[in-house]
């Protein structure tokens, strides 16, 4: 009786092993082919070179070649898009920029379907067609997407600033209060002097940023928004700098204040 | 008469039967509820003004001690509008997006001007090659500097060479 028990356990536990071993073997080769499925999107020379080779060889090897780069070059172009929708996504928006906001994700949208009609005919295709459907993204991508993923980086990059600039406001206003309090104890000419250039810094800064999101509302060109963007930002480091002279002089007329500045 | 029997005297004392009368009959003559005031709107406005200028002092005074409203001369001095440390790292934060501003300069500009440098097979072992490919896929001299040099020797030469898509597609289309 005790012998038919154990040998009834043992049964159970070899079956319960031999499950678990017969699942995770198809389980092991599903990650390592999609791992292997993944591909690479650093394309080198020499995986041009591998073209080249291929057509040393045959023209069955040479379409076999071009049919594996241009897949591999359509998966990554598809990365780089969801990559940016991810981008794009993450960006906090405010009533005026959720409309864009949302244009740009919906054409985002496009350009995958593209690459995936693309994918598809690739399929199908010889080598005259792999090299017609080479043109016909490169030239999709000069014409449509590039100028699109210009303006969703140009997009993301503004609304990521605007934090800079409330920070920036709100600071500005602290230092007047600060400075406006130490002119009435005892004026001090550098001091008015860097406050003015920092509000007027300030003020140029927002005006380009302002002008920077009507450029990107109109979908103006990409080197224009992105100037004014850059432009913005350069005034609002200048600003910074002059508080950083206000820090220095203030600290110089009140040393007590450079202990109690860290509170 | 010592204190102790005045104060047993005090036991004895008792209102004059007639007030007593009267004064239980006024008190039970009044309704529950008549002492409240009538309601008037003037009355309610009045209660309504007295709870929100007593709300607004306490928030105020609430403002005042937690460091006072921002760009009032009521609030409490700030010392920390100066404080270098955080300039400092304001003033970083925007250096960083502004490196990532030029970034977005160079990125495409880099792309369209990069030369395709490619490549491996030269055109004496292209075989079936066409010219237009040939042209494409056969000019070692740019990696290696030696002509007509063959698949691989160039392709070692050429490992660590990466292309952008667009180079990829071009050299696939022709």
């Given at each position: 009786?005790?012998?038919?028990?154990?040998?009834?356990?043992?049964?159970?536990?070899?079956?319960?092993?031999?499950?678990?071993?017969?699942?995770?073997?198809?389980?092991?080769?599903?990650?390592?082919?999609?791992?292997?499925?993944?591909?690479?999107?650093?394309?080198?020379?020499?995986?041009?070179?591998?073209?080249?080779?291929?057509?040393?060889?045959?023209?069955?090897?040479?379409?076999?070649?071009?049919?594996?780069?241009?897949?591999?070059?359509?998966?990554?172009?598809?990365?780089?898009?969801?990559?940016?929708?991810?981008?794009?996504?993450?960006?906090?928006?405010?009533?005026?920029?959720?409309?864009?906001?949302?244009?740009?994700?919906?054409?985002?949208?496009?350009?995958?379907?593209?690459?995936?009609?693309?994918?598809?005919?690739?399929?199908?295709?010889?080598?005259?067609?792999?090299?017609?459907?080479?043109?016909?993204?490169?030239?999709?991508?000069?014409?449509?997407?590039?100028?699109?993923?210009?303006?969703?980086?140009?997009?993301?990059?503004?609304?990521?600033?605007?934090?800079?600039?409330?920070?920036?406001?709100?600071?500005?206003?602290?230092?007047?209060?600060?400075?406006?309090?130490?002119?009435?104890?005892?004026?001090n000419p550098d001091l008015a002097q860097d406050l003015t250039s920092a509000q007027s810094l300030i003020t140029t800064a927002v005006q380009e940023n302002n002008s920077a999101e009507n450029a990107l509302m109109q979908s103006e060109p990409s080197e224009a928004t992105l100037s004014l963007i850059t432009s913005s930002l350069q005034s609002l480091s200048d600003a910074y700098q002059k508080f950083s002279n206000i820090s220095t002089i203030v600290q110089q007329l009140l040393p007590a204040a450079s202990s109690a500045s860290g509170q | 008469m010592n204190i102790q029997e005045i104060l047993k005297q005090f036991k004895n004392i008792e209102p004059d039967a007639s007030y007593s009368a009267t004064s239980k009959r006024a008190i039970l003559a009044v309704e529950p509820g008549a002492t409240r005031k009538p309601w008037t709107v003037r009355r309610t406005i009045l209660t309504i003004v007295e709870t929100g200028v007593a709300v607004a002092l306490t928030v105020f005074f609430i403002f005042i001690v937690l460091g006072g409203l921002p760009g009032s001369e009521l609030a409490p001095m700030k010392y920390s509008a100066i404080d270098p440390s955080s300039l400092h790292a304001e003033a970083e934060a925007i250096d960083m997006q502004i490196e990532l501003a030029q970034l977005n300069y160079s990125e495409p500009a880099a792309e369209s001007t990069a030369p395709i440098t490619s490549v491996s097979v030269s055109s004496s072992t292209a075989g079936a090659t066409t010219p237009a490919t040939a042209s494409l896929f056969a000019s070692s001299t740019a990696i290696n500097g030696v002509p007509g040099a063959g698949a691989s020797s160039s392709a070692t030469s050429s490992a660590t060479t990466t292309v952008t898509l667009d180079q990829a597609l071009q050299a696939l289309g022709q």
């Open positions: 009786m005790n012998y038919s028990k154990t040998a009834f356990i043992g049964a159970l536990f070899a079956a319960f092993f031999l499950a678990v071993g017969v699942l995770a073997a198809p389980l092991a080769q599903a990650q390592t082919v999609a791992q292997a499925a993944t591909p690479t999107c650093t394309i080198t020379q020499d995986d041009l070179a591998a073209i080249a080779a291929a057509q040393a060889q045959s023209l069955t090897a040479e379409l076999a070649a071009r049919k594996a780069l241009l897949t591999r070059i359509i998966t990554c172009a598809e990365e780089n898009v969801q990559a940016l929708q991810t981008d794009l996504a993450g960006v906090q928006t405010n009533a005026a920029t959720a409309a864009l906001q949302s244009q740009l994700s919906g054409k985002l949208d496009d350009a995958m379907n593209y690459y995936g009609l693309e994918f598809a005919k690739v399929n199908n295709a010889g080598i005259a067609g792999t090299e017609g459907v080479a043109n016909e993204i490169l030239a999709w991508r000069a014409g449509t997407y590039d100028p699109l993923a210009d303006q969703v980086a140009n997009f993301v990059l503004w609304s990521e600033n605007q934090n800079l600039f409330t920070t920036a406001q709100n600071r500005l206003g602290e230092v007047q209060n600060l400075v406006s309090f130490m002119e009435q104890a005892a004026p | -």
